[in-house]
Every structure is written in structure tokens, then in C-alpha cells.
DNA sequence: GTTCATTATGATAGCGCTAACATGATGCAG
DNA sequence: CTGCATCATGTTAGCGCTATCATAATGAAC
């Protein structure tokens, strides 16, 4: 039998689909397949009329890049795993999809793994590290646990911190203003005409609540109103605790005529609470909530609340991430940013003036509390 | 300069990480490479003794294959495509869980797109599938959607739909029996000696609205008792026209004592219209939903409820489309399947025994209806 | 026109893995 | 002990892409 292994086969036994390869786009671009890799990489070296031509091929053959290859190639892999402990599901799907669009986008396999937090985490961060991942996204409550943070870090991977209480220093993290946010909320409530607003602080280990409280308190005492400590309940962001909380702040003579919730389960829990004491939301009683999860949306009425940009959030983070372990692998020695994204308020339909009294429309920016 | 490529570097240029290969497992297991991959994938034809060897080196060296190299040279890439328009955030972060479980297991290739549905939608497909994605995983409403369907078996891709309302023949699918569930479910309230029980019908063109409206009065019938049509009202699937349908329901006399919701975001607004007319739930009226979302386990008091496997489904799905791509790219024609898995039936806080009566204990058997 | 710096393109060699084939070891019939 | 099937292992050649270096084309300066 004759050699016939070096007539050039236009498809190997191995090749499988029908997929075009940068090969079959240089042929046609009469070019070598490294300048299209150049034009498809955005290489600026490419001369603008041969830029035409292999943009021309690409399109003509519908060519996208094959990312194992490239990845291969590339060398410098990224490996990031997201994990989670928090099972809220309009948290995690808005995380989920940030995190991999941005992921697919610039080529980072991104490992989703859910764990119970405890003694287990520690195992799983260890095996995963020395498995070879690279940096680990830690949504709340993983971000606020410095023991875990710790452990990453001295595994030699990186941290990264999705809407932490705090901004730490050595890690990463990406988050918005607590404070700010609640502080914007509350101002707007007061806009509105409120002068007795209620408050469902949460969860107290979560910085984050810490926060809320504070905004919620520095936005009265900036409009001259007086805090008054029987308007401030305790919860634990769930709708239980929304419940107890707004039964006890609703008994309160006089009663509030605004409700803001630490976040949207509570909120629901205080309309629900309202609606069985016949209180119209909003006419009676304005509730606001915050994070906009799901929930806000879904209830009648829908409620006013405070988006977190959740998916830019990821994305941010996964971005961040790559940014900095390239750099580290690189050499370089870059700290990790400290972001902080917008929020915006969402205005919906269960806030309002109050009823009874229109007394000082204006914000009332003048006398000092009690 | 001599020539000095030949000297075994332990590590090359282009080598980034220090993440050991399948050469570094050969080398420490004194075996080739091939060996090595052998055992990793579970070849039988390897000697006992080597593979304990290889298993050693592998466990010492905490190696794990590079996925890329792999589906690289593993030839047959599978890409598939989640595409989704239904935004329920619940459902999504389960689909999503499961999918991409399974897809890393299996080195397959998942992208996730999120799409309106609508004119756009063909222009998607039309493009991902040219694009080199071989499957397109579909969960409704995209799944009941002919045309999408259409359009992806004309394009050569493989169609699967997750929770569609009904098994289509050409392409496969993964589903609960929609209508043995609400048949069950309406079992179980009549089990309880609920002999009024209002039902709240789903959107009208999701096909699985009719099958559980069947299933609800198949239940009824089996049981000897007259379906009424007052104790049927139409819903959308909203928690707003969950309200509307269980205002009209509780007002019909004699009230229902049960009502029984197509989703739980109906079943919650019922509890919330109960609960503004002073009505206990469960104590007053059982009130039961369907599907198991987030809402079910938030509010007050937590719904019974049908939890559809809705992890299981997806990755169900990715791993039956990854198997009929395989035998197509194979040459064999395979019907794709249509799998059925099992629903449970959750039992929470928000049934109970009818109040008053507790007249026929046993499930009444007997008697013919109207 | 030569010289050098610059820019544009190409040739080559892998990235880490597995398919396909080749070879070596083993067993068993004759 | 030869012959042949069977099992165990190794060799080789890619998968599709990019890093790296080499080379060719271009322009500016002398």
C-alpha cells in the first residue's frame, strides 16, 4: 500500500461535526489561520484590508471559535467556583446568570457548587483549591465568614466576596451601599409625608442588617424626626419574622404609617399582617422592602423596594477575578478591588402619602429630633 | 548551540499552572499516558495491579483531567443550549442546577440564553444552531411552542422539552404526569373529608393547566362527588388573578372548605384572601397548591403542595439529549425518549380536616355524582 | 539605495488529552 | 513448542487553537 497520509484530506477520521475551524476560514480569507486568530482576538497588527477579508470568511462560514481549543492553547486557564450556601432562588438564579454569561464570554470555567455550611465547607474549599481552583465567589452568608475567607486565602487561592457586610481587605468583593440604600429608602418614605416609620431590622449577624439599621436612622435624624425604639422590631428575613415584627409594631399607638422592611420576605409578611387587620396597603399603610427578589414583584401590591444589581454583581466579580489571578500568575502583586455597585430604588405600588394628614409637605429638613 | 530539546523539562513555556497532567501521573505510576487515561475512564482492559498503581499516583498527585484537552481531543463535543423565557426565578435556579450538574459531569457544553419569546426567538435558534449547538434544551412556555420546535428539527438540532404539556413524538422530552398529580393531590384533600373543594384552573394554553384540571375532577368523580362548576374558576398562573378566582370561590355558598390552586403563587394569594376575611388557614379552609416553588416554603402558614423534580428533569434532559446526539453523530437513528419522573406530593401546614362536619370518616367510594 | 525600526504575516511547536493502530505479553489448542 | 486468539500496554498522530519566534513587507532617516 502506498503512503497516502500526507494528501490532504479535507476532513480527519477524528474530526467530528461539521463545525468550520480557523483553518477553513484562513483558506478562504487566503491567509495564514494565525491572522484570523489575530482579527477574531482583536490583534490591532492586522492590516485593515485583510482584517475585511477574514471578517468576510468568518461571517461567511458562520466560524466561532472552539473554546476548548482555544483554552487549551491559551494556556492560561481559569478555573473560578461559585460557591453557595444560601438557598434563596431569585438570589442564586440573577447570581447564577451574571456569573455565567460573563464566564462564557471570557472563556472562565465556572464551577457551581452548592454546600451546607459548617464543618463539610472547609473539606470542600480544601479539595477544590488543590484541584486547582483559582479563586472562589462567595456569595452571602460564605463572604461574611471570615474562617472560610481565611482558609481560601491560605490555600493560595483567591476570594472574592458578592454583597459582604463589609468590604475586607485582602479579598475581593463586589457590593452596594447598605447604608446609603436604606438612608435613600427612608428618605423617600419621608417625602412621601411619613413622619412614624417602622422598621424590621434583620438578621443580626448579617452586617449587612447593621447597615440598614443605620441608614434607616441616619435618614431621620437628618429630616429632624425623632427615632423612636418602639418603631424598630427585630426579624431574621424570613416571612415568620416579618409577621411578628409587624404585628408588634402595628400595635403601636399611634400606629405607624409606614413599614420598611430589611428585606422583600419581611415586607410581604407586613402586608399580609396589614391586610388581616383590614389596613389597605398603600393608603393605610405604606411597606417597603429591599433586594427586590422575586416575591416583591409577585404579591398585590407589588412593592417598592431596592434592587441590587445582582447579575452585574457576578459578573463583576467573575471579571474582577480573572483580572487579578492572571495578574498574580503573571507576577504582579495587585490588590483586589473593593467595588461598590448602584442600586436603584424600585418604585412600585404599595407605598403613598398617608392618609389622615398632609401636614408638612415639604421634607422638613429643619427642627432636631426629640 | 547544541540541541537540547530532546532533555525531558519537567515543565515547558507554556506550561501555566503547576497543575499536574496525565504525563506527571504516567511518570510517578511508571505506566504511559494512555494507561493512565485507561483507568481514568474506566477502561476494563487494564490489569488490576496497574490500575492501583495509577489510582496511587493519581490520589498523590490530587490530579484531575483537564477538561479542555479532553473534549478536544475527545473529538465529540456536545454544545447544547438552554434556552429560557419563563422568568419564575425558583424554577429557573433548579433548571439550572440540574443542567449544569450534569454538563460538567459530563463535559458537555451548556450555555444558557435567556430569550423573549416571540419574533426574536427563531432568529436565536436559527443562529445558535448555526453556531454549532447541537440540542436545545426547551422548559416551557417554550416547549409548548410548535413552531419553536419546528424550527429546531429543521435546523438539524435536537429539541428536548422540560415540563412540556404533553410528550410530542419527533423530539424528547421530561415531564411529572400533570394529570395523575392533581388527581392525587385532590385525593389527598378529599382523604381529609373535604367534600366542597374549589379548584383554580391555570393559564388556559399551557396544556398542563388541562391536565390538571382533569386530573382534579377525575379524582372528584372516582370519589362520588359531583363536580360543581361554581367550585372551578379560572386563573392565569398570577398571584393577581389568584386573588381574584379565590374572592370569587370563597363567596360562593356553601363556601368551599378546600381550595385547591394550579401553582402555589395562586394557592398563595388564596391564603391571603382568606386570611383578609378572617378565615384560618388550615383550620377554616385547606387551601393547596402546585409546584413546589419558593413561595410555597415562605409564606405563612407553608403550603402542601406538588414538588415537580425539576433538578432531576433538567439533568435528565442534558444527559438523554447528550446520548441522542452521540447515536446520531453515530449513524443510528434513536427515537428520543419521553420520560415521565415522579412528582411528590409535600405535605406542609396549610391542610387539614374540614372544621365542622366529620361526617363520612371514609373516603366515600360510593355513590354516583350529580 | 542602504540601514534601521516598525508593522504585517507566516511557520512551527506545543497545550493535555484520546483514537487508532502497533506491539508485547499471556494463554491455550493442537 | 508452534500458531493464533486475547488481553495489556505503548506509540503516534492529531483535536483547534495560540505563543513564540522568524520572516517579509513597509516606511522613515541618512
Same mark, same amino acid.
Given at each position: 500500500?502506498?503512503?497516502?497520509?500526507?494528501?490532504?484530506?479535507?476532513?480527519?477520521?477524528?474530526?467530528?461535526?461539521?463545525?468550520?475551524?480557523?483553518?477553513?476560514?484562513?483558506?478562504?480569507?487566503?491567509?495564514?489561520?494565525?491572522?484570523?486568530?489575530?482579527?477574531?482576538?482583536?490583534?490591532?497588527?492586522?492590516?485593515?484590508?485583510?482584517?475585511?477579508?477574514?471578517?468576510?470568511?468568518?461571517?461567511?462560514?458562520?466560524?466561532?471559535?472552539?473554546?476548548?481549543?482555544?483554552?487549551?492553547?491559551?494556556?492560561?486557564?481559569?478555573?473560578?467556583?461559585?460557591?453557595?450556601?444560601?438557598? $434563596?432562588?431569585?438570589?442564586?438564579?440573577?447570581?447564577?446568570?451574571?456569573?455565567?454569561?460573563?464566564?462564557?464570554?471570557?472563556?472562565?470555567?465556572?464551577?457551581?457548587?452548592?454546600?451546607?455550611?459548617?464543618?463539610?465547607?472547609?473539606?470542600?474549599?480544601?479539595?477544590?483549591?488543590?484541584?486547582?481552583?483559582?479563586?472562589?465567589?462567595?456569595?452571602?452568608?460564605?463572604?461574611?465568614?471570615?474562617?472560610?475567607?481565611?482558609?481560601?486565602?491560605?490555600?493560595?487561592?483567591?476570594?472574592?466576596?458578592?454583597?459582604?457586610?463589609?468590604?475586607?481587605?485582602?479579598?475581593? $468583593?463586589?457590593?452596594?451601599?447598605?447604608?446609603?440604600?436604606?438612608? #435613600?429608602?427612608?428618605?423617600?418614605?419621608?417625602?412621601?409625608?411619613?413622619?412614624?416609620?417602622?422598621?424590621?431590622?434583620?438578621?443580626?449577624?448579617?452586617?449587612?442588617?447593621?447597615?440598614?439599621?443605620?441608614?434607616?436612622?441616619?435618614?431621620?435624624?437628618?429630616?429632624?424626626?425623632?427615632?423612636?425604639?418602639?418603631?424598630?422590631?427585630?426579624?431574621?428575613?424570613?416571612?415568620?419574622?416579618?409577621?411578628?415584627?409587624?404585628?408588634?409594631?402595628?400595635?403601636?399607638?399611634?400606629?405607624?404609617?409606614?413599614?420598611?422592611?430589611?428585606?422583600? #420576605?419581611?415586607?410581604?409578611?407586613?402586608?399580609?399582617?396589614?391586610?388581616?387587620?383590614?389596613?389597605?396597603?398603600?393608603?393605610?399603610?405604606?411597606?417597603?422592602?429591599?433586594?427586590?427578589?422575586?416575591?416583591?414583584?409577585?404579591?398585590?401590591?407589588?412593592?417598592?423596594?431596592?434592587?441590587?444589581?445582582?447579575?452585574?454583581?457576578?459578573?463583576?466579580?467573575?471579571?474582577?477575578?480573572?483580572?487579578?489571578?492572571?495578574?498574580?500568575?503573571?507576577?504582579?502583586?495587585?490588590?483586589?478591588?473593593?467595588?461598590?455597585?448602584?442600586?436603584?430604588?424600585?418604585?412600585?405600588?404599595?407605598?403613598?402619602?398617608?392618609?389622615?394628614?398632609?401636614?408638612?409637605?415639604?421634607?422638613?429638613?429643619?427642627?432636631?429630633?426629640?
Amino acid at each position: 500500500m502506498t503512503d497516502a497520509s500526507h494528501i490532504p484530506t479535507t476532513r480527519s477520521t477524528r474530526r467530528q461535526g461539521n463545525a468550520p475551524t480557523i483553518a477553513d476560514v484562513a483558506r478562504l480569507a487566503d491567509c495564514s489561520s494565525m491572522t484570523v486568530s489575530r482579527v477574531v482576538n482583536g490583534d490591532p497588527n492586522v492590516r485593515e484590508k485583510t482584517r475585511a477579508r477574514v471578517r468576510a470568511a468568518i461571517e461567511e462560514l458562520n466560524y466561532a471559535p472552539n473554546r476548548a481549543a482555544r483554552s487549551l492553547a491559551g494556556g492560561d486557564q481559569i478555573r473560578i467556583a461559585l460557591l453557595f450556601d444560601n438557598p $434563596s432562588a431569585s438570589y442564586l438564579s440573577e447570581l447564577l446568570m451574571g456569573a455565567l454569561e460573563e464566564a462564557n464570554r471570557s472563556d472562565i470555567h465556572l464551577m457551581v457548587q452548592s454546600c451546607e455550611i459548617g464543618v463539610e465547607v472547609s473539606q470542600l474549599i480544601t479539595n477544590l483549591a488543590r484541584g486547582g481552583i483559582n479563586g472562589f465567589m462567595l456569595p452571602p452568608p460564605l463572604c461574611d465568614d471570615q474562617a472560610v475567607l481565611d482558609l481560601v486565602s491560605s490555600l493560595g487561592a483567591l476570594a472574592f466576596a458578592v454583597g459582604p457586610g463589609r468590604a475586607a481587605g485582602s479579598h475581593g $468583593s463586589v457590593m452596594i451601599d447598605d447604608f446609603k440604600a436604606a438612608y #435613600d429608602m427612608t428618605s423617600h418614605i419621608i417625602a412621601l409625608g411619613h413622619r412614624r416609620i417602622g422598621f424590621i431590622i434583620g438578621k443580626p449577624e448579617q452586617i449587612a442588617s447593621v447597615n440598614r439599621l443605620k441608614g434607616y436612622r441616619a435618614a431621620l435624624e437628618d429630616a429632624g424626626i425623632a427615632v423612636v425604639d418602639d418603631l424598630i422590631a427585630q426579624g431574621s428575613f424570613t416571612y415568620r419574622s416579618g409577621m411578628a415584627a409587624s404585628e408588634r409594631l402595628l400595635a403601636v399607638e399611634p400606629r405607624p404609617t409606614a413599614i420598611f422592611a430589611s428585606n422583600d #420576605d419581611m415586607a410581604a409578611a407586613t402586608v399580609a399582617v396589614a391586610h388581616r387587620q383590614h389596613l389597605d396597603v398603600p393608603s393605610d399603610i405604606t411597606v417597603c422592602g429591599f433586594d427586590d427578589t422575586e416575591m416583591a414583584s409577585t404579591i398585590w401590591p407589588e412593592l417598592t423596594t431596592i434592587r441590587q444589581p445582582i447579575r452585574d454583581m457576578s459578573a463583576y466579580a467573575v471579571k474582577a477575578m480573572a483580572q487579578v489571578i492572571r495578574a498574580k500568575r503573571a507576577g504582579d502583586t495587585v490588590s483586589p478591588e473593593n467595588a461598590i455597585l448602584p442600586y436603584t430604588l424600585v418604585r412600585r405600588d404599595s407605598d403613598a402619602a398617608p392618609a389622615l394628614t398632609l401636614r408638612s409637605v415639604q421634607p422638613a429638613n429643619t427642627a432636631g429630633g426629640a
